[in-house]
């Protein structure tokens, strides 16, 4: 009999037509994504059940549904610990399911907290200053230029030209704007003048290993080189991608990479975005544990096909990943009772 996979995801239409706006719906996903994940998935030998969202899930689990396993690609939709919110209920109901656990998803989410426990392992990230309140902006003691962006998002959101900051002036503006715009504190860290690359990996602990690496170039040299919201969008037309073949450059940032992806804790696959300073020595910047899955327009994917990794090949990573750390979770501890 075959496995049954329960997916689990945001659909950006659904949003869209409840009168949310493309930049509150910018992480989640196209009808596209979903059927090509879904046709995957079969292609690999399972059944397949389309559940939705997070609410859809708790409708259907009450309602007694259960699967062997649920690839969840559900972004939520408010709060720092929005990701955690699909893990968390599927833990309750003792349902394996797909990447990282409720607090590694949280914990990666909140950009200070991520680069705090890498900065604890002595690992690189730039120095940085979380700013709740514009009142706050004139104790941020780092040196100019500064990066600000939300403390809780991706996709680029809250990103564009104004993200690098060259005096105080400016930071407090950009501060105030994205305090009022996205509710939420501003990451401040010192500028990284270098390029930007994204790797990808794929696996759990001593078993993760990356699958490559990908330079991010913004194709207008005019355009100030940032991975913003509206790049990231229209990414097939404003950026350019490469894979990176400098020997010794590709380890250092590959071993950065996978390093604090292990010390992140993330499981069954992630990206880690690094860019590097004007020595050309890398550093953490985020690490994403629920990267997009597009085929060709998310970065994942696009390495994973940049190094003759298919997507089906990409898809059963994870999903083998996902069950083997089920199988040694079961040997562990067993089954224990639900009380529902």
């Not at 990794?309 to 067993?334: P, V």
């Amino acid at each position: 009999m075959k496995k049954k996979i329960g997916l689990v995801y945001d659909l950006r239409r659904e949003y869209l037509s409840a009168g949310f706006t493309p930049e509150d719906v910018a992480e989640f996903d196209s009808d596209s994504t979903i059927d090509c994940l879904h046709q995957a998935i079969e292609s690999l030998g399972y059944e397949v059940e389309r559940i939705g969202n997070g609410w859809a899930l708790c409708r259907a689990l009450t309602a007694g549904k259960r699967w062997d396993l649920v690839f969840t690609i559900a972004e939520g939709l408010k709060g720092r610990s929005r990701e955690a919110q699909v893990p968390a209920v599927l833990e309750l109901y003792q349902i394996p399911y797909t990447f990282s656990d409720p607090l590694v998803c949280a914990a990666t989410l909140d950009k200070a907290v991520a680069k705090k426990l890498v900065a604890y392992e002595g690992l690189s990230t730039p120095a940085f200053a979380v700013v709740r309140r514009a009142e706050e902006v004139p104790s941020v003691a780092l040196r100019y230029p500064l990066f600000a962006k939300p403390l809780a998002e991706g996709t680029g959101k809250g990103i564009d030209p104004d993200s690098k900051v060259e005096s105080p002036a400016q930071l407090e503006r950009v501060c105030r704007n994205l305090l009022e715009q996205h509710k939420q504190p501003v990451l401040v860290e010192e500028y990284l003048a270098g390029r930007e690359f994204t790797v990808g990996i794929v696996g759990t602990g001593s078993k993760a290993r990356v699958i490559g690496t990908m330079e991010i170039e913004v194709a207008d040299k005019n355009q100030p080189p940032i991975y913003s919201y509206l790049n990231k969008e229209e990414c097939e037309t404003r950026i350019r991608y490469f894979p990176l073949r400098e020997a010794a450059l590709k380890q250092s940032i590959e071993s950065l990479a996978l390093r604090c992806y292990q010390v992140l804790e993330c499981r069954d696959a992630g990206r880690v975005d690094i860019r590097c300073d004007a020595q050309n020595r890398p550093y953490f910047l985020e690490v994403n544990p629920l990267a997009g899955l597009h085929p060709t327009h998310s970065d994942l994917p696009m390495i994973a096909a940049q190094e003759g990794m298919t997507y089906e090949d990409l898809i059963g990573a994870i999903l083998q990943s996902a069950f083997e750390r089920a199988q040694e979770e079961r040997n562990i501890h067993g089954r224990r009772p639900c009380i529902i």
